[in-house]
């Protein structure tokens, strides 16, 4: 009862007041929903806060796993540079998965294009 109670508070905790642990995606250097023609070398992003981040990937629009050379820190972090591969032109979907300060998963995702 009282441990049932102690997870309904922090739940209530979290959707009142969600900007003190949970962020997102502020700025990246390709913006969600982009078409591009140059493929950055990387592709830089920064969160609202510091996350601990899980894992990346890279899909194309029919799921084709492109593979990243990219190993997430440890350690929580606000920024992050994930080298991208040459990429043909076509649609993409760089998703994420963060642990945020409070420990709750929080995911996201990127779309962009390749143009010709
Ligand atoms: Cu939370």
Known sequence: MFKALLVSAGTVFCLTLPALAH?????????????I???????SFAFGGKVGLAAVDLKTEDGAVIALDY???????????VPLPE?????????????????????GDIPFTVAD
Request: hydrophobic residues 35%; negative net charge.
């Open 23 to 35: 962020t997102t995606i502020s700025e990246s250097n390709i913006e969600s929903g982009a078409t």
């Open 71 to 81: 190993v997430a820190p440890k350690s929580m972090e606000k920024e992050f540079v």
């Open 37 to 43: 023609s140059e493929v950055p070398e990387s592709l």
């Open 87 to 107: 990429l043909e032109p076509a649609a993409y979907t760089f998703s994420w998965r963060a642990v945020s300060t409070d420990g709750h998963v929080m995911t």
